[in-house]
């Protein structure tokens, strides 16, 4: 997955989720999770796997 295919994931699940509650259940700082979204740093591949959790979290009723 590229970079700002990582970005756009990031934006859309902090969308979905909030920023605040996303960095939490990525165990990062909201200005951690900013600079992964700007493109100042990369989103490691290691945090994909996490972040599939919190969308599939994310996608049963009642659970947002």
């Known amino acids: 997955m590229n970079k700002t295919d990582k970005q756009d994931l990031l934006r859309r699940s902090a969308d979905l989720v909030g920023k605040t509650r996303l960095a939490e259940r990525l165990r990062i700082s909201e200005a951690r999770l900013e600079a992964w979204m700007r ?4 989103m490691p591949d290691g ?3 996490r ?6 979290d994310a996608s049963r009723p009642g659970t947002r």
Not at 39 to 42: I, N, R, Y
Not at 51 to 56: F, P
């Open 51 to 56: 972040l599939a959790e919190i969308l599939a």
């Open 47 to 49: 945090q994909l796997l």
């Open 39 to 42: 493109g100042d740093s990369t």
